[in-house]
């Protein structure tokens, strides 16, 4: 059974910095695109960053450019989202999301239970 656990969440002052971790278990996760998505309160969901497992090829969201990098770490099965300058713009949950690369626009692959990010302006 597949699970992936969010951690790293918490309040921090605009301008700080935090690491989220998503450790992902269940299977092999080598033919995968990793993803962080967010949800602030009364808005959707919407992406900010993946990583294809088999490359490190990363794409982000125009707004997180510069500010966020997500890495893997196949040793510990582990996907991290490091998050710089941070704004109360940045205030979400954050969520782990694990895709197939084929059919990857199709499918909504398996999330986690997200985790709660604070930005005090």
């Known amino acids: 059974q597949v699970q992936l656990v969010e951690s790293g969440g918490g309040l921090v002052q605009a301008g700080g910095s935090l690491r989220l971790s998503c450790a992902a278990s269940?299977?092999?996760?080598?033919?995968?695109?990793m993803a962080w998505f967010r949800q602030a309160p009364g808005k959707e969901r919407e992406f900010v960053a993946r990583?294809?497992?088999?490359?490190?090829?990363?794409d982000y969201a125009e707004s997180v450019k510069g500010r966020f990098t997500i890495s893997r770490d196949s040793a510990k099965n582990t996907v991290y989202l490091q998050m710089n300058n941070l704004k109360p713009d940045d205030t979400a949950v954050y969520y782990c999301?694990?895709?197939?690369?084929?059919?990857?626009?199709?499918?909504?692959?398996?999330w986690g239970q997200g985790t709660q990010v604070t930005v005090s302006s």
């Open positions: 990583i294809r497992w088999s490359s490190g090829s990363t």
């Open positions: 269940g299977r092999t996760f080598s033919t995968y695109i």
């Open positions: 999301n694990a895709r197939p690369e084929v059919g990857y626009w199709t499918v909504a692959g398996y």
